[in-house]
């Protein structure tokens, strides 16, 4: 089973223009408020028609601007998670589960019903109406309803926005076994860089409507192709570079010279490496002159239960008046071991975790 996408519609202030080859591995959509990603399943699942484009599931057309042909929602077989849930506020969460399901007999209608009732831990709420489930509750009912007439393609616009901690893993762990089990199209649109890394096994990245970067999640995140996708994907340090005649690098904002192992067809603009690629060096390790080991100074810190992100000034910067310091992220384990240690620290930007984007 396969979805073959290509969407061209004007919204408020630029083009959506999206093309996706056909696939059926789960595909995570990523991008900043308004880049578009919601109104592109809104267009697959045929709650808005697009100005022109082609979209084709298991080889049946359900929109061809060309052709003239667009099938309505009901009948294209897509089951949708929407933002807002969209439950029936008149019907229990039973017969909103059960809406969906019209080509089965009763007691098959009902097992269904039952075993989603299970996956989605919704023992217990059968009998209510949405008004009494709290948000995560209905994020789980409206997700179990999506899967219920079992769809040839899954879209789900932030399917764990809504939950609470404990509960976002219980679901998530429940999609990953609901892709496993369904292999067949799925797009999941998330704000959520560590959610979309997790769930998706291809990436897409959107920014104002166009496809900054698709393709397998591991290489857009080891090497970002531009400076965008590198802050859409959650780098915290980029810098601006210039290459010298020797290969090396110079991170004019970061004041220090590099070696990077990535090639790059022409002369790199910018420079990146992610919070939790840097590296504290101590003693012989912490040599001033070894490969990409630098001086540094703490300038503030911030926790997280597990985390503490170190914003940190190079002892090479002659001016860091005006620049964003570099971030590097530990767990606090590592951190309780040299967090009272005299400055200058060391710290090491491994020329294989740098990389260069020409844009």
Same mark, same amino acid.
């Given at each position: 089973m396969a979805l073959e996408v290509h969407v061209e519609k004007t919204l408020a202030d630029f083009l959506l223009d999206v093309t996706l080859p056909a696939s059926q591995a789960p595909l995570a959509i990523l991008g900043a408020s308004g880049a578009g990603k919601t109104v592109l399943l809104r267009c697959i699942a045929g709650l808005e028609k697009p100005n022109r484009g082609r979209i084709v599931l298991n080889d049946r057309i359900l929109f061809d601007s060309e052709k003239r042909i667009a099938l309505p929602a009901?009948?294209?077989r897509v089951g949708m998670l929407f933002q807002n849930y969209a439950l029936f506020p008149h019907r229990t969460v039973r017969e909103n589960l059960a809406f969906g399901i019209v080509r089965e007999t009763p007691?098959?209608? &009902?097992?269904?019903v039952a075993t989603l009732v299970e996956r989605l831990h919704l023992d217990g709420l059968e009998s209510r109406y949405p008004r009494k489930l709290s948000g995560g509750e209905q994020q789980r009912v409206a997700l179990a309803r999506a899967l219920a007439p079992e769809p040839e393609a899954l879209l789900? &616009?932030?399917p764990l926005a809504a939950l609470d901690t404990h509960l976002r893993a219980r679901v998530e762990l429940e999609l990953q076994n609901t892709f496993a089990e369904f292999r067949r199209p799925t797009l999941l649109v998330t704000h959520n860089m560590e959610e979309a890394y997790r769930l998706g096994e291809q990436l897409l990245v959107l920014a104002r409507g166009k496809v900054a970067a698709f393709g397998a999640k591991e290489e857009i995140f080891r090497r970002p192709p531009t400076s965008e996708v590198a802050r859409l994907t959650g780098c915290k340090n980029i810098s601006r570079a210039r290459m010298n005649p020797g290969g090396s690098i110079d991170a004019l904002d970061w004041g220090c010279r590099v070696n990077v192992t990535q090639a790059i067809a022409k002369p790199p603009r910018y420079v990146g490496i992610r919070a939790h690629h840097i590296e504290f060096t101590e003693g012989a390790d912490a040599a001033p002159n070894a490969e990409n080991i630098f001086p540094c100074r703490l300038t503030q810190s911030a926790e997280t239960p597990f985390r503490v992100t170190l914003f940190l000034t190079l002892d090479s910067r002659?001016?860091?008046s005006n620049e964003e310091p570099l971030q590097a992220e530990v767990f606090k384990e590592?951190?309780?071991?040299?967090q009272?240690?005299?400055f200058p620290w060391h710290v090491r930007l491994a020329p294989e975790f740098l990389f260069l984007m020409p844009e």
């Open positions: 009901r009948e294209r007691a098959a209608r &009902d097992q269904r789900l &616009d932030e002659k001016d860091s590592k951190w309780r071991r040299f009272h240690a005299p």
